[in-house]
């Protein structure tokens, strides 16, 4: 039976059984009239809970536990030439077993019939192969024994796997039901089992974190096994070649600064451009402008935050950047008559024009929302003393609210270093190191695209380097954020 | 008294004179200062015109797409007589069918069809995609065999953009798409009124192809939308129990605070490390298929709990202490509290925040590339676990394919993400006016 049957089954098993605890139980209610300690409702759930919560961690283990406990009885009985070979060769030799497993089991019953532990593998995969069920040309003759047992094995443990999960919603289901009695407690219990999904649910978040931490480290770790750290974050020079199998020592060179330096240069012309503009909207929005105009004008700019970022790297590259070419090729032809460019279509400064549109609503309304949350009396104060209102903002209002603005500073820096699409579409992916805005420069989400799209092969450096940069990527970001955060809290209390 | 009046009138007129405390330099100071932030929104508003303009200007003709009516002859000869299709569909399955769409045209415009370089420019006339238009016809109407039908076949993406006059005609013929011959033929098409511009049914429809003209985002549609229900399925209801928890049950302690914690700093990851994350996790160690829908539904989830939980914190922060107080004093239990009577006065503030963080996800590209979503996909997806490709990642990749017809596209493709997006955001902002309740 498959897993979604089997599932499906004790939903059943436990819908039903809260049918015909509900029923029970508002009998018990008119019979003797006695006070139930919890509404019917509530037994029909404590029924419930009982038949499928045992059952459906049974399945779970089971699950995740029968596939280990069959392969290392399989892997047990290998020939000891594979055994006393490296883990990998193993892991191969295991695929293929597995692999024939499966074709045996699309093989009609009295074809199943003939193969026996002494057919050689060639018979095999010539059925098979009439099947449409390539078999890798590694396999051999003692492969088949175990392909046999490992099929062996997976169908009873998929019986019992069956058995055991209906017996155990059924058995819930029936202690459950004989546990109710008018005095029985079924609320507590179900608010009990309540609390504990919630607890669940908001542990996912922890789970997250921890997922994208490890999920990364252990790559990381493999990476630098086979590069070291100085050679990484500190070469100059980025240039991974994708080697031919088996051409050991052409791994190119995988320099992170030439990547950190144009992360850290386009981030800073679209902070540049980016800042001013949305500190001012937010300071004249907050301080200037009537609820009329206001009312208009915020959604207006939020706008822009809903736009997805790659309508901004289109726009980046369909629009922003030949124009920007051909203003620069008309200025040069001005100045020195010579119509050449001197500003590629993509450049560090395309992509951080963009960028900063982007960031614009960004700065804005987080400014917007701290510089609103300076009280009031500080802005009387100021103005009653005869400050004009200008004053009162540059000398009152900013100072009061700058570490709220920097904090907003600080997230959308972090923004502006993990944002991924513009860049790949506007930064280009040549790995200079120049100061020239004008130049195409590369980033750290731009290499980790440009390293995993495609297809994959997971032990080579080329590609556990996307790993390495989206660490390095993290921590910086994430120290960006907290540190925010941190402020973010200080600020608050001061007012609060 | 009204002498003491007078004199300190006097006084006060007198004094600018004597001394000067800079108003008018201080007011100068004012306006420019208010000057600034109107030029900073003015940039702002700018750049969202420019954006806007920038779009729908190349784009909006995506949603026309030219046709030829063409008398097509189904001939027995080409495709075998019906009672033979009926044995074996071989033939049907085989036949040339451009050829037949170039001779109908041949014959439209009088054109000899043993001249090769006229009947090539013919050919370039009408797209490959009528291969599987005049295929699927014979197939689903037998009887049409035999016979001549006037046809509507879709143009190239050369004639269209010409059409459109995305071409510069003034260079010259050797370095433009399109020959001064077909030109003429175009012409002459217009004149029998055999040509028109039609809606373009086919980009809601299609998949991927490598012909503009017969690329869609049909594919990419479906596999958003297998996104967003899992993403609703699963997103949802874990955020909305997070938050319960947090909010209303959570004893201020170091676990609930590192909790808290990193729901904020997951909000503010790049979106590109829970790319990484799925490819680690969901690809590599549970050995889900790459490109499937089910994958980046599941990235996209743990990317829009943060925001759902958020949201949902604030919604379950606005109702009043006084409900809760209100059913724990007739005898509620917390959980009945917090079921039957906060969270339906929440629900309003949950469906809004929930709308929103699934139009956030809707346009996340950069995790979807990591996961194998970047896939030349033709067939719809029947199940999440297929190979499917979303919108804004169908926009990435034709925004890479240089050919003019195909960036009218990505801009068509934009429009409706822009469109979805809209209708989602206007929808959470009309629930959020409908049943926003002050307290």
């Known amino acids: ?496 | 008294m009204s002498d003491t009046t007078a004199n300190g009138l006097a006084e006060t007129s007198a004094r600018p004179e004597r001394r000067d405390i800079g108003i008018k330099k201080r007011y100068a100071a004012e306006r420019r200062f208010k000057a600034y932030g109107i030029i900073a929104i003015a940039i702002g508003l700018a750049f969202l015109v420019a954006l806007l303009w920038s779009v729908f200007s190349k784009g909006y003709t995506a949603f026309w797409q030219t046709e030829i009516q063409v008398p097509i002859t189904f001939s027995e000869e080409v495709l075998g007589t019906p009672e033979q299709a009926n044995q074996s569909q071989t033939k049907l399955m085989m036949a040339n069918y451009p050829q037949i769409a170039r001779e109908g045209l041949a014959q439209l415009l009088d054109v000899d069809t043993s001249d090769r370089d006229a009947m090539r420019a013919v050919g370039a006339l009408i797209s490959d995609g009528v291969r599987i238009e005049l295929r699927d016809m014979v197939l689903n109407d037998l009887s049409i065999i035999g016979t001549t039908q006037d046809v509507w076949l879709y143009a190239s993406s050369e004639l269209d953009s010409a059409l459109k006059g995305q071409y510069d005609l003034a260079v010259p013929e050797n370095r433009r798409p399109i020959s001064d011959l077909q030109l003429q033929y175009i012409e002459t098409l217009q004149e029998q009124g055999a040509i028109e511009q039609r809606f373009n049914t086919g980009l809601f429809t299609f998949g991927a192809s490598s012909r503009a003209e017969t690329a869609g985002v049909g594919v990419a549609i479906i596999g958003s939308l297998y996104m967003m229900l899992i993403v609703l399925a699963l997103a949802l209801p874990i955020g909305v129990a997070a938050s319960i928890y947090l909010e209303e049950f959570a004893p201020k302690n170091k676990f609930t605070d590192l909790i808290e914690v990193n729901i904020n700093n997951l909000a503010a990851v790049p979106s590109i490390v829970f790319g990484l994350l799925g490819l680690a996790v969901f690809i590599n160690w549970f050995g889900l298929p790459r490109s499937a829908a089910l994958v980046g539904g599941l990235v996209l989830t743990l990317m829009t709990l943060p925001t759902i939980i958020i949201a949902t914190r604030a919604a379950l922060r606005a109702v009043p202490p006084s409900i809760r107080w209100a059913a724990l004093g007739v005898g509620a239990s917390k959980t009945q509290t917090v079921f039957h009577h906060v969270l339906p006065l929440a629900a309003p503030g949950i469906l809004t925040g929930t709308i929103i963080g699934l139009a956030q996800a809707l346009g996340e590209t950069a995790p979807l590339l990591l996961i194998g979503m970047v896939a030349f996909v033709a067939d719809y997806p029947s199940t999440p676990m297929d190979p499917a490709t979303a919108l804004p990642v169908q926009i990435y990749m034709w925004a890479n394919e240089a050919e003019r017809a195909f960036v009218e596209r990505t801009s068509g493709a934009i429009i409706i993400l822009l469109a979805f997006l809209a209708i989602m955001n206007l929808t959470a902002i009309f629930l959020r006016r409908r049943f926003e309740r002050r307290w």
């Open chain 1, 1 to 496: 039976m498959s897993t979604l049957t089997i599932i499906f089954l004790v939903l059943v098993i436990g819908l039903a059984g809260a049918f015909l605890a509900y029923r029970y139980s508002r009998s018990l209610a008119a019979k003797d009239g006695a006070q139930l300690h919890s509404r019917p409702i509530y037994h029909a759930s404590y029924v419930a809970c009982w038949a499928m919560i045992p059952a459906l961690l049974a399945l779970m283990v089971w699950l995740v536990v029968s596939p280990i406990v069959i392969a290392s009885d399989v892997r047990g009985s290998f020939p000891e030439g594979i055994l006393a070979e490296t883990s990998l060769t193993e892991d191969l030799a295991y695929g293929i077993v597995e692999s024939l497993g499966s074709g045996l089991r699309v093989l009609p019953a009295d074809e199943r019939e003939t193969i026996t532990d002494a057919t050689p593998v060639a018979e095999l995969r010539e059925l098979l192969n009439q099947r449409g069920v390539p078999i890798a040309s590694a396999s051999a003759d003692w492969m088949v024994p175990l392909a046999i047992q490992l099929n062996g094995m997976q169908i009873f443990s998929r019986w019992a796997m069956t058995a055991v999960v209906v017996l155990l919603a059924l058995g819930g289901a029936f202690w459950g039901y004989r546990n109710i009695a008018p005095r029985l407690r079924a609320r507590n219990g179900v608010e009990r089992v309540v609390t504990g999904a919630l607890i669940a649910a908001s542990s996912i978040a922890i789970m997250t974190t921890v997922g994208i931490v490890f999920s990364m480290l252990f790559e990381t770790i493999d990476f630098f096994s086979r590069i070291s750290p100085m050679e990484f974050f500190f070469g100059t020079e980025w240039n991974p070649r994708f080697s031919g199998a088996g051409s050991e020592g052409s791994a190119g060179s995988f320099g992170f600064i030439p990547l950190l330096a144009g992360t850290l240069y386009i981030g800073f012309v679209a902070m540049l451009i980016a800042v001013p503009i949305g500190l001012f909207a937010a300071i004249y929005m907050a301080e200037y402008a009537d609820s009329r105009t206001r009312s208009v004008v915020k959604p207006l700019l939020e706008v822009l935050a809903g736009i997805p970022t790659i309508v901004y790297g289109f726009f980046a590259l369909v629009t922003v950047g030949p124009f920007l070419r051909d203003l620069s090729a008309q200025i040069s032809g001005l100045v020195t008559g010579d119509y050449t460019s001197f500003i590629q279509a993509q450049s560090v400064l395309t992509a951080g024009l963009v960028m900063a549109i982007m960031l614009i609503p960004f700065v804005s309304s987080l400014s917007d929302d701290i510089i609103t949350s300076v009280p009031r009396s500080l802005r009387d104060g100021s103005l009653g003393l005869g400050a004009t209102r200008s004053e009162t903002i540059k000398r009152v209002i900013l100072p009061a609210a700058l570490p709220g603005i920097v904090s907003a500073l600080l997230l959308t820096a972090s923004r502006a270093i993990g944002e991924t699409m513009i860049v790949v579409l506007a930064a280009g992916v040549a790995a200079n190191l120049t100061i020239n805005p004008f130049d195409a420069m590369t980033t750290i989400t731009v290499k980790i695209v440009a390293q995993l799209t495609g297809d994959l092969e997971f032990n080579s450096p080329q590609t556990l380097v996307a790993f390495a940069l989206g660490m390095t990527l993290f921590v910086i970001t994430l120290c960006l954020n907290i540190y925010a955060l941190y402020i973010v809290r200080k600020y608050k209390e001061q007012y609060e």
